[in-house]
């Protein structure tokens, strides 16, 4: 027996669970491990497990930028490190605002372990591919997100069950960092894209309005993992808490158009063209204030740096990770990414890819 199975073994029975049937779910992209716990009576249950030791440091908000690169990639651009602190703590400040996280009813944070409330194999993904209209879904998020962007700035520091954390902010750093997975892996993975210096210095030139603009205008929280797969509908509940939220353990402070077009220019799977007219159209009449026209010239931007950075991440998990499944999801963020190129604001991009790219690898 391992020794983190010796620690699983021993927070599940102090947490009265010891007899509990185990089933884990399939992996993801992160160093997190899920099962869902059977006991003999009772719900179902979920057992988070997140070694603390399978990830880089946090970001700890007094550190400078050169600190934070020293630090590693979860204090440049990641900064929670996914610790079960951080999901606690946001777990707990969605529930005040009336929307839907799962409790806690156990929690070891520093050893990295937590169950969940179970709430079922319903995914967004998963329930529109048994056929159910997606538009009540899609609009249903939305109104989660509504609301989740009234309450406007978050704490600096929330408080939860596994302690304080601090909500930090999406900044300049975080986004610059996201953006140069791009330049830094795509070439590792295909040997036709090679950027270099010259090429490296004017890409971050050329997204240095858009960072600017995207950690400018950091006011809401974001989810940072907002879509299908992350999604997960209750429909027994009301108004936007039939949205059951996972995977919330990176929020920050960013920009609200964020979790947005995370939802709407899914990596995982197509949303059409008519659905996220709908449903930017639904997220503008619920937040009347809001100037449409600036908002969506950030959001095609930041879009656009989001796609760059997943293409980054895939090449990244495909090329150093041996995760091939991977490469299903790059031609559709080429797509997303190529369709947000096309908007005048986005020109010195485009240039920049007509002149790096060679079209045959974009996707």
């Known amino acids: ?57 946090p970001c700890d908000p007094s550190w400078t930028p050169d600190q934070r690169r020293a630090a590693g990639w979860n204090a440049v651009a990641r900064l929670s490190a996914g610790k079960i602190e951080a999901f606690a703590a946001v777990a707990a400040h969605l529930k005040a605002l009336g ?23 319903a995914l967004f993904a998963r329930v529109i591919a048994d056929g159910a209209d997606e538009a009540p879904l899609y609009l249903a998020a939305i109104e989660a ?35 140069d997975l791009f330049v830094e892996w795509l070439p590792r993975l295909d040997a036709r894209a090679t950027f270099d210096e010259a090429a490296v210095a004017d890409w971050r030139e050329a997204w240095a309005p858009i960072v600017a603009s995207g950690a400018g205008g950091a006011s809401v929280m974001a989810h940072r993992d907002y879509h299908a797969e992350n999604l997960i509908w209750l429909p027994d509940r009301q108004g936007a808490a039939r949205v059951g939220m996972i995977d919330f353990q990176d929020a920050v402070r960013a920009h609200p158009s964020w979790d947005l077009h995370s939802l709407l220019q899914d990596a995982r799977r197509d949303v059409s063209p008519t659905l996220e007219a709908q449903a930017l159209d639904r997220y503008f009449a619920l937040r009347p204030d809001v100037d449409r026209t600036a908002f ?19 090449a990244r998990l495909i090329a150093r990770d041996g995760k091939p499944r991977y490469r299903q999801f790059m031609p559709r963020m080429w797509r997303h990414l190529n369709a947000n190129l096309e908007q005048p604001a986005l020109a010195p991009f485009a240039r920049w890819f007509d002149r790096h790219v060679p079209p045959e690898t974009r996707g």
């Open 99 to 121: 929307l839907s996280a799962p409790e806690l009813p156990a929690l070891d944070a520093p050893n990295g372990l937590a169950v969940l409330e179970d709430f079922g194999d």
């Open 1 to 57: 027996m391992s020794d983190r199975e010796a620690l699983r073994l021993d927070f599940l029975t102090a947490s009265g669970l010891a007899d509990a049937a185990r089933l884990p779910l399939p992996g993801d992209a992160s160093t997190r491990r899920y099962e869902r716990l059977v006991p003999t009576d009772g719900p179902t249950l979920m057992l988070m497990d997140q070694a603390p030791a399978a990830e880089s440091p």
């Open 145 to 179: 997100l509504a609301t989740l962007h009234d309450a406007g700035d978050p704490p600096a520091v929330l408080t939860g069950p596994g302690g304080d954390w601090p909500m930090l902010t999406y900044d300049e750093i975080a986004l610059q960092g996201g953006a």
């Open 296 to 314: 969506m010239a950030d959001y095609a931007g930041l879009a656009a740096l989001n796609q760059a950075r997943i293409i980054g991440i895939f």
